[in-house]
């Protein structure tokens, strides 16, 4: 979340300008304040009216308009602002940041910017390529307040396919949430294991669970964000984590695939959080062609045991390693998860209630209970899965 977080998005002119209102609303949803500084070239791709209206605030492009009642805005902006992220920026624009001049409302409220400025690029590939242009991001990237995103690859405006794309909303977003979060997980790897497992039956059919995923998502995201080292190891389903440089994300299917990977990424991982609904059985004999009706009224599946990824963890785990487990429980809550903490070996277990309103599979909210070796139990609300992520890694 960046509630309280002021963030001021600078606008240039090019065709990218039409992807910055859901930036904007991307910001806002996560509870920053948003003004905007545009240049008039940005005005021709998106309206001012769009600009302010998400924003809630009266949008910045004309330095020397006689109404203008806020005609130093190039300065009390940086005062306000705790990031600067300049989406698209056009290579006229970044010629200028680079070499400072200003000389309109984006260029000159970004020279009076002291606090952290994330700069996404968009244009042709050719002009991305010019060595003038690079050399202008190679300036901006020495300026130790400045972060330049990287520039897509794609179709692009101009019918052609190459690199210049400006990053999604999503991604720009992505990256300044994780310059405005603490870095306290920085130097840490954490293996999270999250999603469903599926176990094939014969070619069109298997046995899986209502896992979403979107906890150990959650968990992945908020962990990276700290500046952890992360890989997460996912089951199928249509979720995604953001694109962040430090989460690494290993597909699998089965709970054997989930076993190597997780077995693979243990040994250097100093977090360990087990996420993932795993299949505790899989067919025997998965058959190589379709199972056909046989014209009896039942079929016996023979099924034979999964590995237990946490369990097998837990025997290997060293000293310096912290190992969390989740419990999904539908009665006998507290005392079946104190069992699974003790078997298992973990540091701690978070307990999810199905009988808990608003802890459903695939819910965007939570409700768990979290409990140490330490014999402590902590209760926490209903809250977001973000909300519940955040409060897991504070705890661990
Ligand atoms: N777990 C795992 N590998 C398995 C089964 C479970 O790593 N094969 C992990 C889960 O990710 C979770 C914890 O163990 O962190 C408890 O999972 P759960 O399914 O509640 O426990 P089980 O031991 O499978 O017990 P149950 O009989 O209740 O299914």
Request: charged letters at 20%.
């Amino acid at each position: 979340m960046l509630t309280g977080k002021h963030v001021v998005v600078g606008v240039s002119g090019g065709i990218a300008a039409y992807k910055t209102p859901l930036l904007i609303r991307l910001l806002r949803t996560a509870g920053a304040e948003v003004k905007v500084a545009a240049t008039r070239n940005a005005l021709e791709f998106v309206t001012e009216l769009t600009l302010q209206t998400l924003s809630g605030n009266k949008v910045y492009s004309d330095v020397f308009a006689p109404t203008n009642d806020h005609s130093t805005e190039h300065v009390s902006l940086p005062d306000w602002a705790d990031m600067m992220i300049i989406a698209p920026a056009t290579a006229n624009v970044l010629g200028k940041m680079a070499n400072g001049i200003a000389d309109d409302a984006l260029t000159t409220t970004f020279l009076a910017m002291a606090c952290p400025v994330l700069i996404a690029p968009a244009m042709n590939e050719k002009m991305y390529a010019h060595p003038a242009l690079q050399r202008n991001l190679l300036t901006l990237n020495e300026m130790a307040h400045v972060t330049v995103l990287p520039c897509a690859e794609g179709f692009l405006a101009c019918g052609a396919t190459g690199t210049g794309r400006m990053l999604e909303p999503e991604e720009i977003f992505a990256a300044a949430e994780k310059q405005l979060t603490e870095q306290s997980l920085q130097g840490r790897r954490v293996l999270i294991t999250a999603g469903p497992t599926q176990e094939k039956i014969d070619p069109v059919r298997f046995i899986s669970n209502y896992s979403s995923g979107k906890m150990g998502i959650a968990l992945a995201e908020e962990a990276a964000l700290r500046g952890a080292e992360v890989t997460l190891v996912l089951g199928p389903t249509a979720m995604r984590p953001p694109h962040l440089p430090n989460l690494r994300v290993v597909d699998v299917v089965t709970a054997i695939d989930m076993h190597d990977a997780a077995m693979k990424t243990f040994p250097e991982a100093d977090i360990i959080i087990l996420c993932a609904a795993v299949a505790d059985y899989r067919a025997a004999r998965p058959a190589i062609e379709k199972i056909k009706r046989a014209g009896q009224d039942s079929m016996i599946l023979e099924l034979v045991e999964n590995p237990d990824i946490a369990a097998t963890l837990g025997a290997r785990k060293r000293s310096n390693q912290k190992l969390i487990g989740f419990a999904l429980e539908t009665n006998d809550e507290e005392e079946n998860a104190l069992k699974k903490l003790s078997a298992k070996h973990l540091d701690m277990i978070v307990l999810n209630s199905l009988r808990q309103e608003g802890a459903a599979f695939g819910c965007d909210t939570n409700v768990v209970t979290l409990y140490d070796t330490d014999g402590r139990k902590t209760e926490l609300p209903k809250m977001s899965k973000t909300d519940v992520a955040k409060r897991i890694l504070d705890y661990i």
